[in-house]
């Protein structure tokens, strides 16, 4: 039995939990306060074929210290995920590694569409959490970047009741703009290749497809105001849109180029102060539905590598409730919302069961983000000496109980 004595719900009341285990623990709970865990839908754990950047035995361990207990892993891996044999290869890597890390983190599959083999989403239409399609290049070159593919898998996905999660960049656009500003080497040009336009055009083109067929549409990673305008006119349709945004794009804009250089670089790309706004409008106004990390790491040295070279993206599982809860204590999100945003609206959307998987926070509980303290491989963070107030303590998964705090 875990006993959870006299910890306090988030709407202020106190209680005393307790829940099955084969373990007895007594949680002393006074000065806590109890969320549901996590659900991270949009992480990329790098297995297989990128093990150098991050594994499930480093990952399973940043999710925990992040109160996370649910993730959805992304398909652009090395191979990428997109055949029956592959996803399947992959689930085997996946659940040896977490065996042997025991952690029994819970996680679900995106699988990639791809040209060549959308037929094998019939295949696999039963082992999935919904099809990723990347309207856009980014790590690992996927794309589907003519509208006739676009349609298929959209129509696909409506006749089985699959849901699409679109990377919302256009191909052609940032192709054009990548010649435009050729020879820039400076890694805030990022910003201006794939500036707003470049989402906009994709997430109107998304939702055009999705209004035809009556596709579930997850928009991931919205970053501007502009898609956000989009997408609540898409809802006010009753299109079935729902909205992602990540803690990069809403805690750092494109002042951040010039401390983290390219740690800052990411697709979608950092937007300016007006579009930090904006996404926390719309958090308050329901128009964003969740809250994805995104969490892509990449190492030290490849983050150092000149514009051009340098990979897209920043992890960010450890970090994302913290600085949720940080931004509650600044009186700018209410805790309800954060459950919301990080656990109740993913299982809605995606259609996940109840689980017993608690998070312990300790709202008073300050810390400054620390790269050495890190479980991710990668060991940086682009929050690195940020002090926040905030943190989870004990994350509660499958009737164990991890202590993170
Ligand atoms: O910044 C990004 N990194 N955006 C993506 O779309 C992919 C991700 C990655 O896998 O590195
Ligand atoms: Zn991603």
Request: charged share 20%; aromatic share 8%.
């Amino acid at each position: 039995m875990i006993e959870i004595r006299n910890v306090q719900t988030i709407f202020g009341l106190k209680q005393n939990l307790s829940l099955e285990s084969q373990q007895d623990t007594i949680i002393d709970a006074d000065n806590l306060t109890l969320l549901p865990a996590l659900i991270d839908p949009h992480v990329h754990f790098r297995t297989p074929g990128l093990e150098y950047k991050e594994d499930w035995y480093t990952a399973a361990k940043a999710s925990i210290a992040g109160g996370y207990t649910t993730v959805f892993d992304m398909p652009n891996t090395i191979p990428p995920t997109i055949t029956a044999e592959l996803l399947q290869e992959k689930n085997a890597i996946i659940k040896k590694q977490l065996q042997e890390v025991d952690i029994p983190l819970r996680y679900q599959l995106f699988f990639g569409a791809d040209k060549a083999h959308l037929n094998e989403i019939y295949r696999v239409k039963n082992a999935i959490i919904g099809i990723k399609v990347f309207m856009g290049c980014s790590t690992g070159n996927m794309v589907i970047d003519d509208d006739s593919s676009l349609h298929a898998v959209f129509a696909i996905a409506a006749r089985l009741n699959l849901i699409v999660a679109v990377h919302a960049e256009d191909e052609h656009l940032i192709k054009e703009r990548k010649k435009q500003f050729s020879g820039n080497t400076d890694y805030q040009i990022h910003s201006q290749i794939r500036n707003r336009d470049v989402a906009v055009r994709a997430v109107e083109k998304a939702i055009q497809i999705a209004k035809i067929y009556q596709t579930k549409l997850y928009i991931l990673h919205t970053s501007t105001l502009d898609e956000i305008q989009l997408i609540k006119q898409a809802k006010q349709e009753n299109v079935p849109v729902f909205a992602e945004t990540t803690p990069h794009h809403l805690f750092l804009n494109q002042t951040a180029y010039q401390e983290l250089a390219g740690k800052a670089v990411m697709n979608p790309p950092l937007r300016v102060a007006a579009d930090q706004a904006a996404l926390f409008e719309a958090i308050q106004n329901n128009i964003i539905d969740t809250i994805g990390s995104d969490h892509a790491p990449h190492t030290h040295a490849e983050k150092e590598k000149p514009y051009g070279e340098c990979p897209s993206g920043v992890p960010g599982i450890e970090t994302t409730l913290p600085l949720l809860l940080n931004a509650h204590q600044q009186g700018m999100l209410s805790l309800e919302r954060i459950v919301q945003l990080t656990s109740t609206r993913a299982r809605e959307i995606f259609n996940l069961p109840e689980t017993e998987d608690f998070v312990l926070v300790d709202l008073n509980k300050e810390k400054t983000v620390d790269n050495a303290k890190l479980h991710t491989k990668c060991a940086w963070s682009p929050f690195h000496g940020m002090k926040l107030q905030g943190w989870p303590v004990y994350t509660i998964l499958k009737q164990r109980v991890f202590e993170v705090g």
